[in-house]
């Protein structure tokens, strides 16, 4: 699921603690989500003074027969900036220009854009109707039952 999405919603906490949500194109990169963020954007102040973030990966809705069962991922963590200057940096940005194509020629050089990478810690994932599950390994790939009766 990781592998396909092009975009995630986003939460972040603002600066007087409240929940915001909001979406933003991603890479999937070396094991980890990358978000190309504009500081003009709430999310990316938010994460500028509290570093937490929550995604959810949602299946299309146009490719589910029943919108109260579509799969589903949750991921919890933090993020980390990553510096222009950083080796990594235009690496990720290759995977955004494949992804996202011309558009990235445009927005790569603003400075007013930022590389985040989303460092989870803790997941959750939900196939459909009594199967969901709890998310754990080092790349969060290892799917517990979650025990309803808990």
């Not at 409240?18 to 990358?34: G, H, L, R, T």
């Not at 955004?96 to 930022?114: A, C, Y």
């Not at 590389?115 to 997941?123: D, K, N, P, T, W």
Request: aromatic letters at 10%.
């Amino acid at each position: 699921m990781r592998d396909n999405v092009l975009s995630v919603q986003l939460a972040t906490v603002n600066a007087d603690g409240k929940p915001e949500a909001s979406y933003a194109p991603c890479a999937w990169v070396e094991n980890n989500f990358y978000l190309f963020l504009s500081q003009l954007s709430s999310h990316t102040g938010n994460l500028a003074q509290n570093p937490a973030i929550s995604l959810l990966l949602i299946e299309d809705a146009a490719a589910t027969s029943n919108y109260f069962a579509r799969k589903r991922a949750s991921l919890h963590g933090r993020v980390r900036t990553v510096a222009r200057e950083d080796e990594a940096f235009a690496r990720i940005m290759q995977a955004f220009h494949r992804r996202f194509g011309k558009v990235m020629e445009i927005i790569e050089p603003l400075p007013d854009f930022h590389l985040f990478c989303v460092e989870a810690e803790s997941g959750s994932f939900v196939r459909g109707f009594g199967q969901a599950y709890e998310l754990s390994g080092a790349e969060l790939d290892q799917l517990t039952p979650v025990d309803p009766r808990k």
